[in-house]
C-alpha cells in the first residue's frame, strides 16, 4: 500500500513540476523598408534573452546590382565574416531579385568580442549573459521596428 501511496505522490510531483517549467518564448519585431525588411526572433524565457535569429531580405536594386552573380560576390565578405563563430549559425539565400541573410545568434555560446566584430543592430546593450528581453525590445522599437502581435 505504502508503494502505491508514494508512487502517486511521485507521480503528482512530477506534473506539478512539469507545470511550472517555463516555455521558451519568440517574440517577432519587424522592420520593412523601401527594398530592405528585416525580421528579428527573440526566443526567450521570461525576460532571459537566449537566442535571436535575424532574417534580411536586400533587394538587388537597393546594392546597386542586378544579377544574382553581383550579388554573391558582394555579399562574399559578409558570408566570411560570420563563418567559425562559436554561437553564430549564418546563412545567406541568393534568389533572383533579392539575396535573404540569416543569422541565428545563441547568447549563452557567442562570445563578446566575436558579436561585436559583426555588429548586429538587435544585440543587447548589456551582458549577454544577462540579456533582458524587455530591454532589447525597447531597444529595437527605438530603431524603428514593429512588435508582431
Same mark, same amino acid.
Given at each position: ?11 503528482? %510531483? ?7 517549467? %517555463? *516555455? ?11 527594398? =530592405?525588411?528585416? @525580421? ?15 532574417? +534580411?531580405?536586400? *533587394? ?6 542586378? +544579377? ?38 545563441? $547568447?549563452?555560446? %557567442?562570445?563578446?568580442?566575436?558579436? @561585436? ?15 533582458? =528581453?524587455?530591454?532589447? =525590445?525597447?531597444? $529595437? ?9
Amino acid at each position: 500500500m505504502k508503494k502505491i501511496f508514494w508512487g502517486i505522490v511521485g507521480v503528482v %510531483v512530477l506534473f506539478s513540476l512539469s507545470a511550472c517549467t %517555463v *516555455q521558451e518564448q519568440t517574440t517577432i519585431f519587424v522592420l520593412k523598408q523601401e527594398d =530592405e525588411h528585416v @525580421k528579428v526572433q527573440n526566443i526567450h524565457k521570461k525576460d532571459a534573452l537566449l537566442k535571436q535569429k535575424i532574417t +534580411t531580405t536586400i *533587394q538587388y536594386k537597393t546594392m546597386g546590382i542586378t +544579377t544574382k552573380t553581383k550579388a554573391e560576390k558582394l555579399l562574399e565578405p559578409s558570408k566570411k565574416l560570420y563563418t567559425n563563430k562559436k554561437g553564430i549559425h549564418y546563412t545567406i539565400d541568393f534568389n533572383e531579385k533579392a539575396a535573404v541573410e540569416t543569422v541565428e545568434v545563441d $547568447l549563452k555560446k %557567442v562570445s563578446t568580442k566575436d558579436a @561585436k566584430e559583426i555588429s548586429l543592430i538587435s544585440l543587447p546593450n548589456e551582458s549577454f549573459a544577462s540579456a533582458s =528581453e524587455e530591454a532589447n =525590445e525597447a531597444q $529595437l522599437i527605438k530603431l524603428g521596428f514593429k512588435k508582431e502581435k
